[in-house]
């Protein structure tokens, strides 16, 4: 057996051997983390984001490497580049996301309610406690790696990482400076473990561990969480896929149509909250879409469309039917006419994922009408489908967007990494 500085298992005779032990690591190691204080926490955290800083040299060294063996992968594309790939911007954005988890209220042990019982003398309050330890299964980016760790902490529960293969470089010397900031808070190294193989056998071992983690968090392409759904005997919190819509009224602003509906697709094609396809009233396409049309034609985006959109520009090829199931995570997009807003539920409701759907209008009947028709774990009027995101939510990071009911739903920040327990207290009453 061997283990690093931080005391980590690094190697055994087998994937299967190392996974568990790694799991009954994080499990003794984040014992004493559901009760700490938390301000040890945030000293953990802050001292975990300084040390980011410190080694950024080594971090984007080994972020280098990384993309480098990424490229000359034959199914890499430039948008999977593009979630792997660090620069100091990110970085720094990594580290400054971790400084925002840490000033966030501590979720564990609010008081979540309170009530006395007539008759019987019972005090009971229902009270916010970590849900243990938490297994995270993502690809490509490496960020994950640091706002994952960051909420289990700052929640307090331990979590074993399994990145993708391909970012496992640089996700290996981010743990390494989270691991020394939860030392230097007199904190268990252990809490935070990285699973240091590439081989696919570690995640079939990882989701068959139900006695040392509590909870399954996936966060990739549709072929892993259909593994994991498929093979968990741990309760998942799942995040499927990103197939969002923006629904263009015939009540929108054009400027909020070309400009909202612009940055959903393109800020950044490659993330789940990329709009994927535009539904447009087919009574306002002539004189809602062209501006649009050109401005994502302009910027390089490949564009398919129903006959009435292609007869705007030559340049719009035809989509097909499998184009609305499509999740591009790529500067492609689907544009579909609709005869009004009931139809455009309907096509949201028959091909949405359920992640994040968005309507452009200035009726605010229309747009009541479709926030509550719609179901997907978020909503939107008049926004960018891009700002599905747990930061600018407020919640510091997210660990995903989860498109279950159950436990969670939408951004999954500290808070949602809790369960609860009830604590009930009285003058020695007895149950006659």
């Known amino acids: 057996m061997k283990k690093d500085n931080q005391g980590a298992i690094t190697a055994l005779d087998d994937v299967e051997s190392l996974v568990r032990h790694l799991a009954m690591d994080v499990q003794r190691g984040s014992a004493g983390l559901a009760y700490a204080s938390c301000e040890q926490k945030n000293e953990a955290l802050r001292a975990g984001a300084a040390r980011l800083r410190e080694q950024k040299a080594t971090i984007l060294q080994a972020n280098v490497q990384d993309v480098s063996a990424a490229r000359a992968e034959p199914t890499m594309t430039k948008a999977l580049l593009d979630r792997l790939s660090m620069d100091e911007a990110r970085l720094e954005a990594m580290a400054a996301g971790i400084e925002t988890i840490m000033a966030l209220p501590d979720p564990v042990g609010r008081v979540l309610e309170a009530w006395t019982t007539e008759g019987n003398g019972l005090h009971i309050q229902r009270v916010a406690v970590p849900l243990g330890v938490i297994g995270v299964i993502y690809e490509s980016r490496p960020n994950v790696t640091a706002d994952a760790a960051a909420l289990c902490l700052k929640s307090g529960n331990g979590c074993l990482l399994r990145s993708g293969s391909e970012s496992l470089g640089t996700s290996q010397v981010i743990v390494r400076c989270l691991q020394e900031g939860l030392q230097s808070a007199g904190l268990e190294p252990a809490c935070v473990r990285l699973i240091p193989v590439k081989d696919r056998k570690a995640v079939g071992v990882m989701l068959s561990l139900s006695q040392f983690i509590d909870i399954i968090v996936p966060r990739g392409g549709e072929s892993l969480i259909r593994r994991v759904e498929k093979e968990s005997r741990i309760p998942v919190i799942r995040h499927l896929q990103g197939l969002c ?13 070309r400009r909202v509906a612009f940055n959903a697709k393109m800020r950044r094609p490659g993330i789940c909250g990329a709009t994927e396809t535009i539904l447009i009233d087919r009574d306002v396409v002539a004189t809602l879409l062209p501006p649009l049309l050109e401005a994502l034609l302009q910027k390089g985006c490949e564009v398919r469309g129903d006959a009435d959109v292609m007869a705007l520009d030559k340049r719009v090829t035809s989509a097909s039917s499998d184009d609305w199931a499509t999740e591009y995570l790529d500067a492609i997009v689907s544009i579909r006419t609709v005869a009004g807003i009931e139809e455009a539920i309907e096509h949201i409701a028959r091909y949405g994922s359920k992640h994040t ?76």
């Open 245 to 257: 819509h923006t629904y263009i009224h015939s009540l929108a602003d054009g400027d909020k149509v």
């Open 357 to 432: 759907e968005a309507i452009i209008t200035e009726d605010k009947t229309a747009a009541g009408l479709f926030m509550a028709r719609v179901d997907a774990a978020i909503v939107m009027h008049n926004t960018s489908t891009q700002f599905a995101d747990g930061g600018e939510f407020g919640m510091g990071a997210e660990i995903g967007i989860s498109t279950n009911k159950l436990h969670a739903r939408g951004p999954v920040g500290a808070q949602q990494l809790t369960s609860y327990k009830y604590c009930v207290v009285s003058d020695g009453s007895v149950r006659p």
